[in-house]
């Protein structure tokens, strides 16, 4: 049996008072997402650790069955893989945003939702005027971008940007972890002397403030009415160490993953699935919902596991948008499941399917939140349980109850 996760990132969420006091999920028409809730098995989902933040590198590392505690190492690291940098001993990796400020605050944490083209412009800029053998600037996509620190020290204390809307950013300036004793660890997982935590944070504060004084300055902000005007680095990791979805699961010959997001295309080359970009996918509201519908249906042709990413809920989430989140949670049902769903009952090969966020991103809060998410099981002959419904509270009745973490995907698994 083949299988196929979709996953609808940051897609949970809260009751709304917009919304009647119904979450997105909720009140959005889902008439797929609901039939399959009717004819498959749901349940509810631990997708982050003790110990860790929300972040959707911890929660889509969890549902792939991963110990976040053995390969946690960081977004940067992650991003690196996907867009093609080979980290080199001795590299630490952020994510690095470019985020608009203003009157003190973080107002966004994309910058005006950058486009890959003008993010590559000011990336390119900022590395020109500030790279050198130590530091290094590169370009991922839209606003989401890669900065290497050769010695760096993963040891710091970072806000990832999204999480802090309105909040004054000068209070959110990289820290040295507290409670770290660098002189216990001077090196890195692959040997290499690091700098300390102090120094590192240093280092990456001097960053930002030069990167306010080359941007408010660049042509790009000119007219332009969100300024793109500083960089945000977090997240920081040395490379990491992760077996292949085909070593923890032997039917996995074969893999891929689908997304926009290089975070999640990282995740995915680390775990060995083979990274299928599709024209159009952007990571918003506006992707490429037939495109990538169509590649996960060819990809399952001829692989054993497709692992397809819709990012477009989370940035509504983070957007503290209500009526676009349920327009992506809408096409999302109507654009991707259905037409999966659709040619893939007409196989003779059956495929397990399982519908899922990795974390909720309630609207009327604009962050992560370490909250249980709901999902489906579903295949050709599973016996269902008596949930008509698929959200948040409808789930809680399902015949999976509450899994943890690395559980989900043995239970997925089993259907082979």
Known sequence: MKHIIILGDGMADHPVKLLGGRTPLQYADTPYMDMLARKGKTGRLVTIP?????????????????????VYEGRGPLEAASIGYDMQPGDMAMRCNIVNLENGRII??????LTTEQGDLLIRFLNEKLGNERIKFITGTQYRHLLIIKGGNKHIECAPPHDHPNELWEELMVKPESGYDA??????????ARMTPEETADLLNELILKSQDLLANHPFNTN????????????????PSMKTLGEMFPSIKRGAVISAVDLIRGIGHYAGLRII?????????????EGKAQAAIEALKTDDFVFLHL???DEA???GDVKLKLQTIENLDHRIVEPIYNELKTWDEPVCMAIMPDHPTPVEVRTHVKEPVPFIIYHKGIVPDDVNRYDEESCVNGHYGMLRLNQFMDEFMKFD
């Open 183 to 192: 002189s216990e660890d001077s090196h890195g997982n692959d040997g290499c």
């Open 317 to 319: 989430g983070h957007d």
């Open 277 to 289: 970009t599709v024209p159009g996918a952007t990571g918003l509201a506006n992707t490429n919902y």
């Open 50 to 70: 003790d110990g860790f933040q929300p972040g959707s590198e911890v929660a889509n590392t969890a549902i792939l069955g991963y110990d976040l505690n053995m």
């Open 224 to 239: 332009r009415k969100t300024k793109a005007n500083s960089i945000w680095p977090w997240s920081p990791g040395y490379r």
């Open 311 to 313: 990012e477009a809920s």
């Open 108 to 113: 966004n944490h994309h910058g005006g939702h």
